[in-house]
T-cell receptor
Framework: AQSVTQLGSHVSVSEGALVLLRCNYS??????LFWYVQYPNQGLQLLLK??????LVKGINGFEAEFKKSETSFHLTKPSAHMSDAAEYFC???????????FGAGTRLFVKA | EPEVTQTPSHQVTQMGQEVILRCVPI?????FYWYRQILGQKVEFLVS????????KSEIFDDQFSVERPDGSNFTLKIRSTKLEDSAMYFC????????????FGSGTRLTVV
């Protein structure tokens, strides 16, 4: 069965600083991996995804993530934080042939001016 | 850009009452899902629906829950006899071609059981 662990329920960075949100997964088959963002009182929005091929994937709003099979990780990064990046971020995993996606507990990102 | 639409945005109901949460998925999507998020907790899978039947459900999705796609556009979640612990944000999502596609989520229905 697949599972997701997000390290750090809260991360605080200064505007302009590097954003690093950590995600580790467990899956019995090659996974599909996703990052979603949730702004207050809104649904989740897909930021980026890894399915196959290139392990460094780029998403919207300048975010990117790297799939590292040896580390079972899929960390989300952005070189320079912006105030508008403040939100909750969810890492998620699903499996080919499956019918559900499992979400991590979420990491709330705070951006200080 | 196509959207998943959920109604109502807020629903308050008395314990023991039935509620129906409604969703209009993206029109050409084939896979439909319900998730819930209890305040301050993780997003939990409830059920997936494909080809007019449930494809997978979680242990949360017990006999008090049911889903239906009554016509070509709506996808509903019914909770037969609500409990206080059913209070949560319920999200509908749809997907085009399965697990690699990623989901498009609706904005959610906040259900409060009193």
């Amino acid at each position: 069965a697949q599972s997701v662990t997000q390290l750090g329920s809260h991360v605080s960075v200064s505007e302009g600083a590097l954003v690093l949100l950590r995600c580790n997964y467990s899956s019995s088959v090659p996974p599909y991996l996703f990052w979603y963002v949730q702004y207050p009182n809104q649904g989740l929005q897909l930021l980026l995804k890894y399915t196959t091929g290139a392990t460094l994937v780029k998403g919207i709003n300048g975010f990117e993530a790297e799939f590292k099979k040896s580390e079972t990780s899929f960390h989300l990064t952005k070189p320079s934080a912006h105030m508008s990046d403040a939100a909750e971020y969810f890492c998620a995993v699903s499996e080919s042939g499956g019918f559900k996606t499992i979400f991590g507990a979420g990491t709330r990102l705070f951006v200080k001016a | 850009e196509p959207e998943v639409t959920q109604t109502p945005s807020h629903q308050v109901t008395q314990m023991g009452q039935e509620v129906i949460l409604r969703c209009v998925p993206i029109s050409n999507h084939l896979y439909f899902y319900w998730y819930r998020q209890i305040l301050g907790q993780k997003v939990e899978f409830l059920v997936s629906f494909y080809n007019n039947e449930i494809s997978e459900k979680s242990e949360i999705f017990d006999d008090q829950f049911s889903v239906e796609r009554p016509d070509g556009s709506n996808f509903t979640l019914k909770i037969r006899s609500t409990k206080l612990e059913d209070s949560a944000m319920y999200f509908c999502a749809s997907s085009g071609t399965g697990m690699s596609y990623g989901y498009t989520f609706g904005s959610g229905t906040r259900l409060t059981v009193v």
